[in-house]
């Protein structure tokens, strides 16, 4: 059973922190969106909300009264059939405004906040909520990838946040890069069961390790250029054959949001257009990309199960969203008693593994200590087998996301095309 107080003041937490982070953006930053996978800042908010009414609140609120019908199909997930869709007319939602849009937010706060210290001692009730404050963190850091991608669309290139306002310390220094051994054998990966987990990181089961190395820190921004500059991307040999039609068919030349101006190079951040810091992690790479890097490097990226084996033996500590910097700072760190540099945060990690079913796996009884209920089932479909086709893993999390959605079983997936995330590269090779 979960301290309801702990939970009530982690919901306020959760809900207060996306407010904030739409605090620095104009009305007309929140209704557009401009990409097919993303969404506009303002539809974020109100799917945020909507988890929580349709969710908790529908079932539990007697009686129950929507705070308005068609908001529970506008900021809904799932199409008609119940199954998870992006909504192709989302672009044109220019109404509700985003005052009412707040409002909504307010209003659905003020409920839960009731219903939970009503409900105490409900299990299910406290699970749905986790479930919803875990969905919210997701989309805190959605809202950060979606909001740049259409920031670095306008030619005034929008500061969303400025450097002057952040008292973060950034190192430029770029520790030499390492192999570290790892042994072969028999391991365990997967949910451990202690705390929250989605149903994608069960069962726990065994899986058989070759020896293997991998990078002691991340590929950088100055080794990315010179893969350009000794034409990587003019060199078949490097690529998948899929990759290299890819890059054809888009002229895909440089990671996403880098720009070539009078000899040199610059890129677009949420702290503005700034000049490449070559110290620091490449990131907004396809999977095409960051393979045909390795390949280039003579390496490979490493399998999701070796990644896990590694970031097991580490505490999670790094670059998140939480230090309210979101943009890469560091590739080394001054804690020598760390093994592998920024293997949590700073970038989502690139693995090789297919996103797939681990062996066992039931999206119905994924997580043994949940108990049957329709309502769960039906709140984790979108993190279940919907989305187990034609996509890679992602390890360890960025620098925009917050820390408390991380674990080392945690695992993100995305299409070997998508670059809009904070995706990068850790190399690894055979023994």
Request: net charge negative; proline share 6%; aromatic share 14%.
């Amino acid at each position: 059973m979960i301290n309801i107080n702990t939970l009530i003041k982690e919901y306020a937490m959760a809900r207060s922190r996306t407010l904030d982070l739409i605090e620095p953006l104009f009305e007309e930053d929140c209704c557009v969106q401009s990409l097919p996978d993303a969404s506009s800042i303002k539809w974020h908010l109100g799917h945020v909300t909507w988890f929580f009414e349709a969710f908790v609140l529908q079932h539990y609120e007697k009686p129950f009264k929507p705070f308005q019908q068609e908001f529970l199909t506008m900021f809904s997930s799932y199409n008609e059939s119940n199954v998870p869709h992006p909504d192709p007319k989302r672009v044109f939602f220019t109404r509700p405004s985003l005052k009412t849009t707040r409002d909504y937010c307010q209003n659905i706060d003020e409920r839960m906040n009731n219903l939970l210290r009503k409900l105490t001692e409900d299990n299910m009730l406290q699970m749905i909520t986790t479930l919803g404050i875990q969905h919210e963190f997701q989309h805190q850091e959605l809202m950060l990838a979606d909001l740049k991608h259409l920031l670095s669309q306008n030619p005034l290139n929008p500061i969303y946040q400025p450097k002057n306002n952040l008292q973060i310390t950034t190192s430029n220094m770029t520790d030499p890069l390492e192999w570290r051994n790892f042994e072969g054998g028999l391991i365990e990966i997967g949910y451990e069961g202690k705390g929250f987990s989605y149903d994608n990181e069960s069962p726990r089961h065994k899986q058989y390790l070759y020896p293997y190395q991998l990078a002691s820190r991340l590929a950088t921004n100055r080794e990315y250029i010179q893969f350009i500059e000794e034409d990587g991307y003019d060199d078949p040999c490097f690529w998948f054959s899929e990759g290299w039609k890819w890059i054809k068919s888009v002229d895909c030349r440089h990671p996403l949001y880098w720009q070539h101006e009078e000899g040199e190079w610059k890129e677009f951040t949420l702290h503005g257009l700034v000049p490449l810091d070559l110290e620091l992690a490449v990131t907004h790479l396809s999977y095409y990309e960051a393979s045909a890097f390795a390949q280039w490097r003579n390496a490979r990226l490493p399998t999701e199960a070796e990644w896990e084996n590694a970031a097991s033996k580490q505490e999670i500590d790094g670059d998140f969203a939480d230090d309210n910097y979101f943009h890469p700072r560091h590739t080394a760190t001054n804690n020598t008693s760390v093994n592998i540099n920024a293997l949590y945060g700073t970038v989502w990690e690139w693995t090789q593994s297919s996103y797939s079913p681990y062996p066992g796996y039931n999206p119905k009884k994924s997580n043994t200590d949940k108990p049957k209920s329709d309502i769960w089932d039906i709140a984790v479909g979108e993190y279940n087998s919907e989305s187990m086709v034609n996509q890679y893993v992602l390890r360890g999390g960025s620098c925009i996301t917050p820390k408390k959605r991380i674990r080392s079983s945690m695992r993100n997936f995305l299409p070997a095309e998508a670059r809009w995330q904070f995706s990068g590269i850790r190399l690894a090779r055979n023994e």
